[in-house]
């Protein structure tokens, strides 16, 4: 999931919350600190749902003590939806084993309504949060791509025949620059394939005089 950003500095900003008051003194806030973007304040879980995915946001602010919907609930369905959207608890008051229980279950930040001041900040440290979840997310992916395309190379078969020009008597195998290597080492450095040395039980009658 992409997070949005209309333009360079603009992001789009999703609020949930019950009180349109509050709504307007988070607008004012975030406005005096000069952050350019858009909003929109929902309190309902169909809102919720519509709007994650219809106008994606950057970053989600959730009001802790809405009275239709719980910021633990609210959380629970953001991070279903993206582990890797910031979401930041605004709330009137939380004591500590609360706050706590907020981070324990997936929020980035929490700030208190009396100290709005601290809003800029967190939601400026959460745009960055987002847009290096967002880098990783894709570098990992193309880890695991090359990964998986290395093992069905690796264990799979080849996606065009390959001729290993190797001699039928010592069999060693002849390098691009004529010359020829031992199986084990060509293996080893062209493969990173190492083998463990023994004797099948046809090898360990002929060389045990038909002992074995």
């Given at each position: 999931m992409k997070l949005s950003a209309a333009t360079p500095g603009h992001f789009h900003l999703l609020v949930i919350e019950d009180a349109p008051q509050d709504f307007e003194l988070i607008e004012h806030e975030l406005q005096q600190g000069g952050l350019q973007f858009?909003?929109?304040?929902?309190?309902?879980?169909?809102?919720?749902?519509?709007?994650?995915?219809?106008?994606?946001?950057?970053?989600?602010?959730?009001?802790?003590?809405?009275?239709?919907?719980?910021?633990?609930?609210?959380?629970?369905?953001?991070?279903?939806?993206?582990?890797?959207?910031?979401?930041?608890?605004?709330?009137?008051?939380?004591?500590?084993?609360?706050?706590?229980?907020?981070?324990?279950?997936?929020?980035?930040?929490?700030?208190?309504?009396?100290?709005?001041?601290?809003?800029?900040?967190?939601?400026?440290?959460?745009?960055?949060?987002?847009?290096?979840?967002?880098?990783?997310?894709?570098?990992?992916?193309?880890?695991?791509?090359?990964?998986?395309?290395?093992?069905?190379?690796?264990?799979?078969?080849?996606?065009?025949p390959t001729a290993v020009p190797i001699c039928a008597g010592c069999k060693k195998i002849r390098e691009p620059h004529g010359d020829w290597q031992q199986l084990e080492l060509y293996f080893r450095d062209h493969f990173n394939i190492g083998f463990s040395h023994g004797l099948c039980p046809h090898c360990m009658k002929e060389y045990s005089g038909g002992r074995a």
């Amino acid at each position: 999931m992409k997070l949005s950003a209309a333009t360079p500095g603009h992001f789009h900003l999703l609020v949930i919350e019950d009180a349109p008051q509050d709504f307007e003194l988070i607008e004012h806030e975030l406005q005096q600190g000069g952050l350019q973007f858009s909003s929109k304040r929902i309190d309902t879980l169909e809102e919720l749902s519509r709007e994650l995915h219809a106008q994606p946001p950057s970053v989600v602010l959730c009001d802790h003590g809405n009275a239709r919907l719980d910021s633990f609930t609210v959380l629970d369905i953001v991070r279903a939806h993206s582990k890797a959207l910031p979401f930041i608890v605004v709330t009137g008051s939380l004591d500590e084993v609360q706050v706590a229980n907020v981070f324990e279950r997936g929020a980035d930040d929490c700030v208190l309504k009396h100290r709005l001041a601290d809003l800029v900040p967190a939601v400026q440290f959460a745009l960055r949060l987002g847009e290096a979840r967002q880098k990783l997310a894709a570098v990992t992916e193309e880890r695991d791509r090359l990964r998986a395309e290395f093992d069905a190379w690796r264990f799979g078969h080849p996606r065009r025949p390959t001729a290993v020009p190797i001699c039928a008597g010592c069999k060693k195998i002849r390098e691009p620059h004529g010359d020829w290597q031992q199986l084990e080492l060509y293996f080893r450095d062209h493969f990173n394939i190492g083998f463990s040395h023994g004797l099948c039980p046809h090898c360990m009658k002929e060389y045990s005089g038909g002992r074995a």
